[in-house]
């Protein structure tokens, strides 16, 4: 269903708009790491522009959040339209000409109610609602650029698998293309919607379905071990977590616990560190590591070492997040049995 909504509405896109028309879809997101726990009912499609010759410049310290502009005038005139008078190519312009073909492209579904949700605040997606009885399924719809270009300075010392994945590997998904979404900075001081932040899920992606220090781990005659078992409880637990205290923890989200996933992954680099039997001990090590991390208010991004997830000014709800944790930890996990 999903598939079959998102393909009539990429070639609506393409069609409509001369920008619009080399983009291509990526899926991203749990269902496509093979790592939904409850039903597929969620989808993050990103909706892929390639870029020419982008000049990044960082909009903060985070070292995630840049302003793009061209370091020569596109070929494609219709860029022009998104462009602010200082040059910065604008999320917001490119958001909301995608937003308006959207919705009138979604009127043209034949068989399917599909329908676009509210603006969210700050949200970087477009979200469409697909009726399917008796539930309904949410699809994000992510615009996204591509830039075959080095990965920025604030990206040099992250990503620090070398012990797991291997110095080579690191060295491959470093020359993959450098992926920016339109997602506003709150930081900045006059909110303009013209900022970009780094994304690295396509990396994200092909380090969790390639995750073995050796490279046979979870192949079919390989041995198996517990590293996808333990990402999904993680996202379940703070899932379960999150539907208990909507208001406290409505902060946080599944990429905490991604990030932490990743960050113990390093910390225990060996495949017989996850032996597919030490599922339990194995989630609670993870569980440690991210409890830890939410008591001192640091949950390093794992792609860029000087941005912090957590914000100090949270404290109080990290701390929250951290008793519901160890509560859930010392006692046998009561909100798997609710």
Not at 65 to 84: A, C, D, I, N
Not at 284 to 312: A, E, M, R, W
């Amino acid at each position: 269903l999903v598939n079959k909504v998102v393909s009539h509405l990429i070639q609506a896109i393409r069609g409509r708009d001369s920008c619009f028309s080399s983009i291509e879809r990526h899926s991203a997101g749990s269902y496509y790491e093979r790592v939904k726990i409850s039903e597929p009912n969620e989808f993050d499609i990103m909706l892929v522009m390639p870029v020419a010759r982008i000049h990044l410049a960082e909009s903060d310290d985070t070292g995630a959040y840049y302003y793009v502009s061209f370091k020569r005038s596109p070929k494609e005139k219709g860029w022009l339209k998104f462009l602010e008078e200082d040059g910065k190519l604008s999320a917001f312009k490119m958001l909301q000409a995608l937003r308006e073909v959207i919705k009138q492209e979604v009127k043209n579904i034949k068989d399917v109610e599909v329908t676009v949700a509210r603006k969210k605040a700050g949200s970087p997606a477009i979200t469409l609602q697909i009726k399917n009885p008796p539930s309904e399924i949410s699809v994000d719809i992510i615009l996204t650029l591509e830039a075959q270009q080095s990965w920025p300075l604030s990206t040099q010392s992250g990503l620090k698998i070398e012990q797991w994945l291997g110095t080579k590997v690191r060295r491959d998904l470093r020359f993959k293309s450098l992926y920016l979404v339109a997602k506003q900075n709150k930081r900045e001081k006059v909110l303009r919607g013209n900022t970009w932040r780094l994304s690295f899920s396509h990396i994200e992606k092909d380090m969790i379905n390639n995750h073995g220090n050796s490279k046979t781990c979870c192949e079919s005659d390989g041995p198996k071990c517990c590293r996808k078992g333990c990402l999904k409880l993680l996202k379940y637990l703070l899932e379960q977590l999150k539907m208990k205290y909507p208001k406290e923890l409505e902060k946080f989200c599944s990429y905490h616990v991604k990030t932490a996933f990743l960050h113990s992954c390093i910390t225990w680099p060996n495949d017989s560190d996850w032996h597919l039997g030490d599922l339990d001990h194995c989630f609670q090590q993870c569980l440690g590591f991210f409890v830890d991390c939410l008591q001192k208010s640091q949950l390093t991004h794992f792609f860029i070492p000087q941005y912090n997830l957590l914000s100090p000014e949270d404290k109080a709800r990290h701390h929250f997040l951290s008793r519901k944790i160890s509560h859930e930890l010392n006692n046998g996990f009561p909100v798997f049995h609710e």
